[in-house]
């Protein structure tokens, strides 16, 4: 997914951590929330990015 200046996304509670990275004259903030319905714990979606990169390096 590319993202530009006129993307939408859905604003997080004003209280979720967040990571800034200072890139240039660029300030990016990442804010960090979690699904509250999701079934996959955190250690499985590392794994599964883990496998991703695995296959995508092979090929």
Do not use: C, W
Request: proline share 3%.
């Amino acid at each position: 997914m590319k993202f530009t200046e006129d993307t939408i996304t859905t604003a997080p509670a004003k209280n979720a951590p967040a990571l800034v990275k200072k890139i240039g004259q660029t300030t990016y903030i990442v804010r960090i929330h979690f699904s509250k319905t999701s079934k996959e714990t955190m250690s499985d979606k590392i794994k599964g990015m883990l496998k991703n990169e695995i296959q995508q390096m092979g090929s």
